[in-house]
């Protein structure tokens, strides 16, 4: 039972332009939205979150969208760049402290 | 300094022998974490500790157990390995205060089982 879904397994985009990267998830006890990023033979770094209570998160070139009604969130990273280029997971969990669920990865490549 | 950090990095093993992967973080967190990232590249909870308390235990094979010395480490240890058990597992930690806490994870340790 695949309760977080990133149907996406890779992605390319040219450097400077938009990325998007889409998650949907089917448990509505989820509260808590994350995205880390991993490169090869790393661990997974944690990059923005969202709680359920809002629909948008941002910092710097990266944000976070969340359409509850949807189930729905995205990755959105403007401008793009070369360093970027990793795979990006989708986590989501109920409450503080509880379990994670990831959703299975989108490799991203951002050419130069 | 490496904040969630694993050793040993690499681990290659016969089927049937014991071997324990050791997980420390100097965060100050209360609660630490294993995740298995499988050949489908899933990444999957396998154990959670807070406060050197179980809190979290999946169905996992007994031969899988977690071990807290105090709260700065987890261990795992693996008795009996099998061919199935080759995967990247992951050690993270956390401080749990409210619904923002982040989860922090370590380098990964890469087992295989022959």
């Known amino acids: 039972d695949q309760q977080v879904k990133q149907n996406s397994p890779s992605l390319s985009v040219q450097e400077g332009r938009i990325s998007i990267l889409n998650c949907d998830y089917t448990n509505s006890m989820f509260d808590y939205f994350l995205w880390y990023k991993k490169y090869p033979a790393e661990g997974p770094t944690f990059l923005i979150s969202?709680?359920?209570?809002?629909d948008k998160n941002e910092d710097g070139r990266f944000t976070v969208f969340l359409n509850k009604s949807a189930k729905h969130l995205s990755l959105h990273i403007v401008p793009s760049q070369p360093g970027d280029s990793a795979v990006y997971f989708c986590?989501?969990?109920?409450?503080?402290?509880?379990?994670?669920?990831f959703g299975e990865g989108t490799q991203l490549t951002v050419n130069p | 300094d490496t904040a969630v950090s694993q050793t040993p990095k690499y681990l290659v093993t016969q089927m049937g022998n014991d071997k324990s992967i050791k997980c420390e973080q100097n965060?100050?967190?209360?609660?630490m974490y294993w995740y298995k990232q499988d050949s489908k590249k899933f990444l999957k909870i396998m154990f959670s500790?807070?406060?050197?308390?179980?809190?979290i235990n999946e169905t996992v094979p007994n031969r899988f157990s977690p071990k807290s010395p105090d709260k700065a480490h987890l261990n795992l240890h693996i008795n009996s390995l099998e061919l199935g058990d080759s995967a990247v597992y992951f050690c993270a930690s956390s401080q749990v205060r409210d619904i923002t806490d982040t989860q922090y994870f370590g380098p990964g340790t890469r087992l295989t089982v022959l």
């Open positions: 986590a989501a969990r109920r409450t503080s402290g509880s379990r994670l669920t």
């Open positions: 965060l100050g967190h209360d609660t």
């Open positions: 500790y807070n406060n050197k308390e179980l809190i």
């Open positions: 969202i709680s359920s209570i809002k």
